[in-house]
């Protein structure tokens, strides 16, 4: 497809499952950003990478967190040992690259649901 | 915690009217993007601005960014119930290609 895609839509795991989600750029976008977004709030920034290079991951709301991109293009944002407040919709954004012209594309974004 | 602080948080209109949503930072912006979100959906671009006193127009929705390049207005004329949704901003606010969001703008139009 044309957008970003993310998977799977919605998860519902278990307190203390380890999930894993998952981000599919539009091709040839340099950076990609993941943010979480909690029922009526704004997304909030947790990590971006420049190709596979993870250049800021300080939102990161612990080390339960975990972002890889090994090779540039697909992503996978992990959580370990789900907890209810990471209940959110984790939202992945590709760009062009480092050019201020160029602004993210969003994917729909994975709803997560930790009982 | 936002860095940007969107206003108000939440809009109720009549159809037809217009109306203003704000975005303010306490730091320079370094691109400035509005983007609108449905429910149970991805952001959707609308428009990016960079320079000082800059402004976009696209149909009915304008955008403007201050000459400090510290606040943003939306505005849109003639609202119709297409333009519900929740309207965010998103800036480079330390020059380092993290967009960073407000809490958003929950507008909702009336027929």
């Known amino acids: 497809g044309a957008g970003v895609s993310q998977s799977p839509r919605y998860k519902v795991a278990k307190r203390g499952q380890d999930v894993a989600l998952r981000c599919d750029p539009i091709?040839?976008?340099?950076?990609l950003f993941w943010y979480q977004q909690a029922l009526g709030q704004g997304p909030e920034f947790l990590t971006y990478?420049?190709?596979?290079?993870?250049l800021d991951k300080s939102g990161l709301p612990s080390d339960r967190f975990f972002a890889e991109r090994p090779e540039g293009s697909v992503s996978t944002l992990k959580i370990q040992r789900t907890q209810q407040e990471d209940s959110a919709v984790y939202l992945c954004?590709?760009?062009w690259g480092s050019g201020k012209s160029w602004w993210p594309f969003f994917g729909p974004g994975t709803r997560l649901t930790v009982l | 915690s936002q860095e940007l602080e969107q206003s108000p948080q939440s809009l109720i209109v009549q159809e037809g009217k217009n109306l203003t949503i704000n975005c303010t930072s306490s730091?320079?912006?370094?691109?400035l993007y509005w983007y609108k979100q449905k429910y149970g959906e991805g952001l959707i671009f609308l428009m990016m601005?960079?320079?000082?006193?800059e402004e976009k127009s696209h149909e009915k929705i304008t955008a403007k960014l201050d000459e400090k390049k510290q606040q943003s207005s939306l505005h849109i004329t003639a609202s119709q119930p297409s333009h519900a949704g929740i309207y965010l901003c998103?800036?480079?606010?330390?020059?380092?290609?993290?967009?960073?969001f407000g809490a958003g703008t929950r507008l909702t139009v009336k027929p």
């Open positions: 601005l960079q320079k000082g006193g």
């Open positions: 998103g800036a480079d606010i330390w020059y380092n290609n993290d967009m960073r």
């Open positions: 954004a590709s760009s």
């Open positions: 091709s040839g976008h340099v950076s």
């Open positions: 730091k320079t912006l370094y691109g």
């Open positions: 990478f420049q190709n596979e290079a993870q």
